[in-house]
Nanobody
Framework: VQLQASGGGLVQAGGCLTLSCAASTDSFSSYVKAWFRQVPGKEREFVAA????????YYADSVKGRFTISRDNAKNTVYPQMNGLKPEDTAVYYCAAGRPILSYQRSHEGYTAWGQGTLVTVSS
């Protein structure tokens, strides 16, 4: 099973960008799909997640109100729409899938499948 992430790039502060993460199989239908981000020297940070079946969404406080995560069941794809981007959003973004218990939902340790990273650079 593979996760394919795409959509990163360079954007000015205040701009928007949409990432996507496609799964190679629909066996993740009961999973949680999430996005994390990482900058050099720091731990991988939770950004947002969506429970695939219920569609329930979760956000880090740092992105709440600016980012929206959604899914396309037919395409097995999850999309974070990122608006109002800030220079501090600059990072490599990773999509992930797993069945984390609630206490691990915002931890990278709760996820078993990872896509390759996609770089998002926000210029000031």
């Amino acid at each position: 099973v593979q996760l394919q992430a795409s959509g990163g790039g360079l954007v000015q502060a205040g701009g928007c960008l949409t990432l996507s993460c496609a799964a190679s199989t629909d066996s993740f239908s009961s999973y949680v799909k999430a996005w994390f981000r990482q900058v050099p020297g720091k731990e991988r940070e939770f950004v947002a997640a969506i429970r695939w079946n219920a569609g329930t969404t979760y956000y880090a406080d740092s992105v709440k109100g600016r980012f929206t995560i959604s899914r396309d069941n037919a395409k097995n794809t999850v999309y974070p729409q990122m608006n109002g981007l800030k220079p501090e959003d600059t990072a490599v973004y990773y999509c992930a899938a797993g069945r984390p218990i609630l206490s691990y939902q915002r931890s990278h340790e709760g996820y078993t499948a990872w896509g390759q990273g996609t770089l998002v650079t926000v210029s000031s």
